[in-house]
């Protein structure tokens, strides 16, 4: 009886161990499983080509243009208001 | 005079804008739905429906993570954060328990070789991005503005588990009344103690193009969400929960916006 009573002792601290020993790590935010990959990434192991600094200044720039009348002012706004 | 006239126009723009920065109408979370029809009616036009971007926007925030594709072959920016310790205000706002930093603050989220300033972090309760039918119990916004106006916003979901004493010390320092403020606790707090036990040099994350989740909705925000989330205890969630609850705007169209992600 005393061995039952000592085994079963033994084996819920080893749950318990290794329980803890897999909380050390944050939880993630998506599984793998709640991932959509998009079509571009199935079946090829090649990264596409990055975009080309022209395109990315003018993305660039297009964005700066269309922040440029409102945002300084967003600093102050945003710490007067939850934005 | 057809100058005239545009120089005018463009006047009467930007002074609507800055307007807005000063000022906005009242609105809460349980109207989100016609957000972008509270007028100003203290405003000549075009500034009557000032929140009309949380209606007709392309490029809103929050989303639904389930909904979206992601992608993983892009080469993307490291993404880094940069805070240290400060002096900040506590800051009841009205719609969100908030921190604000102090003006001598010179963290911020490094995106590539470029740094934007921590302005602020709020919370949400329940989370605002979801995944499909599942909530987070709250999420944590650190909002990065630049000089010239470019936002980014770095968003984690929060769990109920372990106590988050830096999440305690907000609490126990956020004034119970709407508006109210405490700027002279004199406490040393580093908002990355709030961040998950992870490489703060090259955080895995998912990013976006979205809005602010407030009024006036305003796009062009980068959002890059934590893939790693946090947690809180129970007890500080009830607490939170009696400053606000449900204070969480609903899953915007993706409208074919696809998630980068370095994971």
């Known amino acids: 009886m005393l061995i039952k009573l000592f085994l079963a002792a033994v084996l819920s601290l080893s749950v318990s161990c290794y329980a803890e020993s897999g909380s050390d790590q944050p939880k993630k935010l998506l599984d793998s499983s709640q991932i959509k990959k998009s079509s571009t990434d199935t079946g090829s192991s090649t990264q596409s080509a ?13 964005s700066q243009d269309t922040n440029q009348d409102e945002k300084p002012s967003m600093i102050k706004y945003c710490q007067e208001h939850t934005c | 005079m057809k100058t005239k006239i545009l120089v005018n126009l463009a006047s009467i723009i930007i002074a609507g804008y800055a307007s807005i920065a000063v000022s906005a109408p009242e609105w809460n979370h349980s109207e989100q739905a016609t957000w972008w029809a509270i007028e100003d009616t203290t405003k000549t036009l075009p500034q009557n429906f000032p929140f009309a971007e949380c209606g007709v926007g392309t490029h809103q925030s929050p989303i639904d993570l389930a909904a979206a594709t992601f992608d993983n072959t892009k080469p993307l920016n490291n993404l880094a954060v940069t805070y240290s310790a400060d002096t900040p205000t506590f800051f009841n706002t009205g719609h969100a328990i908030q921190v604000n930093t102090s003006s001598s603050f010179t963290g911020g989220l490094k995106v590539g070789d470029e740094t934007l300033p921590l302005i602020q972090l709020h919370f949400h309760e329940p989370s605002e991005h979801v995944i499909g039918d599942k909530k987070f119990p709250a999420e944590l916004h650190f909002v990065h503005i ?9 968003g984690v979901a929060i769990d109920v588990g372990t106590e988050n004493t830096l999440f305690q010390t907000i609490l126990d320092n956020m004034p119970a009344e709407e508006g109210g403020k405490n700027s ?11 961040l998950p036990a992870v490489d703060l040099e090259n955080l895995k994350y998912y990013t976006f193009a979205g809005s602010l989740t407030t009024p006036p909705c305003s796009e062009g925000v980068q959002w890059y969400l934590l893939s790693e989330i946090i947690t809180i205890s129970q007890a500080q969630l009830d607490k939170m929960k009696t400053f606000y609850t449900n204070n969480a705007r609903a899953a915007q169209s993706l409208n074919e916006r696809s998630i980068l992600t370095n994971q």
């Not at chain 2, 002279?184 to 709030?194: D, E, V």
């Open chain 2, 146 to 154: 630049t000089g010239d106006g470019r936002i980014a916003v770095l």
């Open chain 1, 50 to 62: 990055p975009p080309s600094a022209s395109a990315k200044k003018a993305e660039s720039q297009s």
């Open chain 2, 184 to 194: 002279t606790s004199g406490i040393q707090f580093n908002p990355a103690q709030l």
